[in-house]
């Protein structure tokens, strides 16, 4: 498998050097920008695998670039670890809902970003996987999506288009949250005309339908949706 890259944008050298050191160890290629502007273009110019992206940076903030590289088709996939000393309630649903895949607060144990790195790494590297399988299967429910077809405990389930596009995009990504801006773009697309506040009333439906299975739909407060692991 080729070696994955990570950057990081990170205005302390020392916490460069640090992370570096550690995810060359563990195989990863690194690179890093000490500048928000200056990363926000290194990023653009070579999308890494995943992105460790401090806040609190000169010329431009942590959540204006990661506002910017999910609004870009060209590096809306890339996965985002914010990285900060900024840990209030208010700055991590902030991070998540501008499409941030996990929030880790300094001081950090370099053990623990490790292990949150590769768990969000191993996480896209599945939902690729299923994305060539072109069937994903989670907690009894089965979706294929070449037959467009749903099997909760073994039996076929009629899901609308616009709910079966929902149901895939949490499914194949479990624990990841998605606000419900991320689901319009991801699931549901320019082709369907879907407000913010509807997305919700869908989530109602593919739980009603889920039946005992709804619960693997879980509402993450003031954030959006995610999949249960």
Same mark, same amino acid.
């Given at each position: 498998?080729?070696?994955?890259?990570?950057?990081?944008?990170?205005?302390?050298?020392?916490?460069?050097?640090?992370?570096?050191?550690?995810?060359?160890?563990?195989?990863?290629?690194?690179?890093?920008?000490?500048?928000?502007?200056?990363?926000?273009?290194?990023?653009?110019?070579?999308?890494?695998?995943?992105?460790?992206?401090?806040?609190?940076?000169?010329?431009?903030?942590?959540?204006?670039?990661?506002?910017?590289?999910?609004?870009?088709?060209?590096?809306?996939?890339?996965?985002?670890?914010?990285?900060?000393?900024?840990?209030?309630?208010?700055?991590?649903?902030?991070?998540?809902?501008?499409?941030?895949?996990?929030?880790?607060? $300094?001081?950090?144990?370099?053990? *623990? +970003?490790i292990?949150? /790195?590769?768990? !969000?790494?191993? #996480?896209? &590297? %599945?939902?690729?996987?299923?994305?060539?399988?072109?069937?994903?299967?989670?907690?009894?429910?089965?979706?294929?999506?070449?037959?467009?077809?749903?099997l909760v405990?073994?039996?076929?389930?009629?899901?609308?288009?616009?709910?079966?596009?929902?149901?895939?995009?949490?499914?194949a990504?479990?624990?990841?949250?998605?606000?419900?801006?991320?689901?319009?773009?991801?699931?549901?697309?320019?082709?369907?005309?879907?407000?913010?506040?509807?997305?919700?009333?869908?989530?109602?439906?593919?739980?009603? $339908?889920?039946?005992?299975?709804? *619960? +693997?739909?879980?509402? /993450?407060?003031? !954030?959006?949706? #995610?999949? &249960? %692991?």
């Amino acid at each position: 498998m080729p070696t994955e890259h990570i950057h990081i944008i990170e205005d302390q050298a020392d916490i460069i050097n640090l992370v570096k050191f550690n995810l060359e160890a563990e195989g990863f290629s690194v690179t890093s920008s000490r500048d928000g502007a200056e990363g926000l273009d290194a990023v653009r110019r070579a999308p890494p695998d995943l992105l460790i992206l401090d806040l609190g940076l000169p010329s431009l903030d942590g959540f204006h670039i990661c506002q910017q590289l999910k609004q870009d088709e060209a590096t809306r996939q890339v996965p985002i670890l914010i990285l900060t000393v900024r840990g209030g309630e208010p700055d991590i649903v902030q991070g998540l809902r501008l499409g941030a895949d996990d929030y880790v607060t $300094k001081p950090f144990r370099i053990g *623990e +970003l490790i292990a949150r /790195v590769k768990a !969000v790494r191993r #996480r896209y &590297r %599945e939902t690729a996987a299923r994305a060539e399988q072109r069937v994903i299967e989670a907690a009894g429910v089965r979706i294929d999506l070449d037959r467009f077809e749903v099997l909760v405990d073994g039996e076929p389930v009629v899901f609308t288009p616009t709910e079966f596009r929902l149901l895939q995009t949490l499914a194949a990504l479990p624990g990841r949250v998605f606000t419900r801006e991320n689901l319009i773009d991801t699931a549901v697309g320019d082709d369907v005309c879907v407000m913010d506040h509807n997305i919700d009333v869908h989530i109602g439906n593919i739980r009603k $339908k889920l039946g005992e299975r709804r *619960e +693997l739909i879980e509402t /993450v407060w003031g !954030v959006g949706y #995610r999949f &249960r %692991e």
